[in-house]
């Protein structure tokens, strides 16, 4: 069983930036697709972005952090990260990891098999 534990959320004020992680456990992790997705208090949960699995060099990310946010991933250490700048205020939110047994990954929640449990991530105005 593939356990995902994020770390790095916090506080930071507007413009700042905070790097997330997200350690894999029980698998193989370089075989599966990773994506990072969000929610924010009352709303739905909503895709950031994806990277591809081991081989395979897809990114996709969602268009409200496009330039702003870039995902990666270590595959030696299990370990796939966001790095967030520019942050602001909507971006405030729970941020999940997650993993799917696709190559490719994105942005449907549906094509993801692991969940973490989440890191909270507030950006003060």
């Known amino acids: 069983q593939v356990q995902l534990v994020e770390s790095g959320g916090g506080l930071v004020q507007a413009g700042g930036s905070l790097t997330l992680s997200c350690a894999a456990s029980g698998g193989t992790f370089g075989s599966y697709a990773m994506g990072w997705f969000r929610q924010a208090p009352g709303k739905e949960r909503e895709f950031v972005a994806s990277?591809?699995?081991?081989?395979?060099?897809?990114?996709r990310y969602a268009d409200s952090v496009k330039g702003r946010f870039t995902i990666s991933r270590d595959n030696a250490k299990n370990t796939v990260y966001l790095r967030m700048n520019s942050l602001n205020p909507e971006d405030t939110a729970v941020y999940y990891c997650?993993?799917?047994?696709?190559?490719?990954?994105?942005?449907?929640?549906?094509?993801?098999?692991?969940w973490g449990q989440g890191t909270q991530v507030t950006v003060s105005s």
């Open positions: 990277i591809a699995r081991s081989g395979y060099s897809t990114t």
């Open positions: 997650a993993g799917a047994r696709t190559p490719y990954g994105g942005s449907w929640s549906s094509l993801y098999d692991y």
